[in-house]
């Protein structure tokens, strides 16, 4: 029986369930005090059994005391942590809004994908709170914060246009009260720098290059890194080759496809110097490219797309709390309401995607050549991993690079999935990155034989620029083959039957 509401938690009142997940359930709530006055918030609750887990409990309480630390316009604010009947919580920021996978998987299907200008927009914002994060300090000591877990899943946008960042549950800090152990990984595979592939010692850096993941997916609305397995994906990271997003949207100048290249650099003294820096430099393309800021505002397009959504939420809130006139701003999980293309859109009409292009080398930001490979692919949202085992020698070699003259050579196929709903809220334990280990405990050979165990296709997802997500069926040439020789062979038997005298 679905549980009603309102209900009472210690001096909150839940309003509605938005979501639950592995380990924690997540409401609308709001608390209440004298002469009338309320505050909207959001309160995630540990799920009973977890509550005896004291490894995540740990992980938990440095969530709330990290992110506790954190005031910022473009970072989601901790209010409160605390334990009630043996349950632990933690009352958040009410953002009414989406994360940024639901927001690219739903303009998608709308034909509405986010500009160019806005795509660089959302990225601006997300920087400036990931600096603040990285050069916090705390009682005259840094905080020396790395997120390690940025991607679109843990980036919210609200239906008001504001961008923030969330989900410091797995960030490092120098006041975290428990440490990872040597040789495991957190964070999602396919948005690890290299750096943190292979298991070194982390800087503000590592956080820029999975922010320029983001961006670079949001331009083209391809995954970057993601491949058929783990295993494949890491080695991704740490030795494809990128192409410049120019060669899958038109509209991207020359100068913009140096900014972000830099930032996906392999070596991480190739990149920019910090977030700042990355910020700066986007923040003078823009003003110098978007000449009609009104056009670029993230709130008319968050309405539009949203506009059946919201009127849901808020009549479900009203329904529990009367008060409710559509306060605050909370990252809902619900599948969007199904919209049907318009052919009259043109501006936010989605690119048709080009065959597979060539690889050929380009110019990576400060001048490093580098080579582009594209395997576009999509994920549901992805628990970070966990692996003690070190990595094969062939993880360790550097990403190779080409002289301008080099042939490029044949290009792959590309291969299309459908894609999953995603959970931001929840990032496993056991998906955890240790990065103040030795360098030499780094990651995945267990993954080698995981992938020789694992089956050739396991439905992984794919973004693509076709306006929808599309479900392709994992295909065999062999089988096809085998099928196709087969039914040759019946036909020629019927054939022989009906000719014979």
Same mark, same amino acid.
């Given at each position: 029986?679905?549980p009603?509401?309102p209900?009472q ?12 997940g592995?380990?924690?359930e ?20 540990i799920?009973?059994?977890f509550?005896?887990?004291?490894a ?5 309480i440095?969530e ?9 316009a473009?970072i989601?604010?901790i209010?409160d942590?605390?334990v009630?009947?043996g ?10 809004g ?5 927001v ?5 299907a709308?034909?509405?994908p ?7 927009w ?5 920087a ?8 916090k300090?705390?009682?005259?000591r840094?905080?020396?914060i ?6 679109p899943?843990n980036?919210m946008?609200?239906?008001n ?5 969330m ?6 800090a120098?006041e975290?009260?428990?440490?990872t ?24 850096r590592s ?6 993941t ?5 331009l083209t609305?391809k995954?970057l890194?993601l ?5 494949? =994906? ?6 494809d080759?990128? +192409? $410049? &997003?120019? !060669?899958?949207? @038109? ?13 996906l ?5 190739d990149?920019?110097?910090n977030v700042?820096e990355?910020?700066?430099e ?6 110098k490219?978007?000449?009609d800021f ?5 709130k ?21 709390d009367?008060?409710y006139q ?15 293309p318009?052919? =009259?859109?043109?501006r936010?009409?989605p690119?048709?995607? +080009? $065959? &597979?292009? !060539?690889?050929? @080398?380009v110019?990576?930001g ?15 949202s992805?628990?970070a991993?966990?692996i003690?085992e070190p990595?094969?020698e ?17 290009p792959e ?7 999953a709903p995603v ?6 334990p056991?998906t ?5 280990g ?9 993954l ?5 165990r694992a089956?050739p296709?396991?439905g ?5 620029l ?18 196709l020789?087969?039914l040759?062979?019946v036909?020629?038997?019927?054939i022989?039957?009906l000719v014979?005298?």
């Amino acid at each position: 029986m679905a549980p009603t509401f309102p209900q009472q938690f210690g001096k909150y009142v839940l309003l509605r369930k938005i979501a639950t997940g592995g380990m924690a359930e997540i409401f609308q709530g709001k608390t209440a005090g004298a002469e009338g006055f309320e505050k909207d918030i959001v309160i995630k609750r540990i799920l009973p059994h977890f509550s005896e887990d004291q490894a995540f409990v740990k992980m938990f309480i440095d969530e709330a005391s990290i992110t506790a630390k954190l005031q910022h316009a473009n970072i989601v604010q901790i209010f409160d942590f605390d334990v009630i009947d043996g349950s632990y919580y933690i009352a958040m920021e009410y953002i009414e809004g989406e994360d940024l996978s639901a927001v690219l998987k739903d303009g998608q299907a709308a034909n509405q994908p986010l500009s160019v200008p806005q795509c660089v927009w959302v990225t601006m914002e997300l920087a400036k709170g990931l600096h603040y994060a990285h050069v916090k300090e705390h009682k005259g000591r840094p905080l020396n914060i790395i997120h390690r877990d940025i991607s679109p899943h843990n980036a919210m946008i609200a239906y008001n246009g504001e961008v923030k960042l969330m989900d410091f549950g797995i960030a490092k800090a120098a006041e975290r009260s428990t440490k990872t152990q040597a040789g495991t990984v957190k964070g999602k595979v396919a948005y690890m720098s290299p750096e943190q592939a292979r298991g070194k010692n982390l800087d503000g850096r590592s956080d820029l290059f999975a922010l320029a993941t983001v961006l670079w997916e949001m331009l083209t609305l391809k995954r970057l890194f993601l491949r058929e397995s783990d295993f494949e =994906t890491l080695t991704a990271v740490l030795k494809d080759p990128i +192409d $410049p &997003p120019s !060669r899958l949207r @038109p509209g991207i100048d020359q100068e913009l496809d140096d900014i972000l290249m830099t930032a996906l650099e392999k070596d991480r003294d190739d990149r920019q110097k910090n977030v700042e820096e990355f910020t700066r430099e986007l923040t003078r393309w823009y003003y110098k490219t978007v000449t009609d800021f009104e056009a670029e505002k993230l709130k008319p397009h968050m309405q539009e797309l949203y506009a059946a959504k919201i009127r849901r939420i808020r009549a479900e809130v009203a329904e529990a709390d009367p008060s409710y006139q559509g306060r605050g701003s909370q990252v809902v999980r619900e599948a969007p309401t199904e919209r049907r293309p318009d052919p =009259t859109h043109s501006r936010h009409r989605p690119h048709r995607e +080009d $065959p &597979p292009k !060539r690889r050929a @080398p380009v110019r990576g930001g400060r001048g490093a050549a580098v080579e582009s490979r594209m395997v576009p692919r999509s994920e549901p949202s992805e628990p970070a991993m966990t692996i003690e085992e070190p990595v094969p020698e062939i993880l360790r070699a550097a990403a190779p690079r080409r002289a301008h003259s080099d042939p490029p050579p044949v290009p792959e196929p590309s291969l299309s999935r459908q894609a999953a709903p995603v959970d931001a809220f929840f990032s496993s334990p056991a998906t955890m990155m240790e990065d103040d280990g030795p360098s030499q405990a780094e990651v995945l050979a267990a993954l080698q034989a995981e992938r020789r165990r694992a089956a050739p296709s396991d439905g992984v997802p794919d973004l693509t620029l076709n306006g929808r997500y599309r479900p392709e069926e994992p295909r065999s040439k062999t089988a096809l083959i085998l099928i196709l020789a087969f039914l040759m062979l019946v036909l020629g038997g019927i054939i022989a039957f009906l000719v014979a005298p």
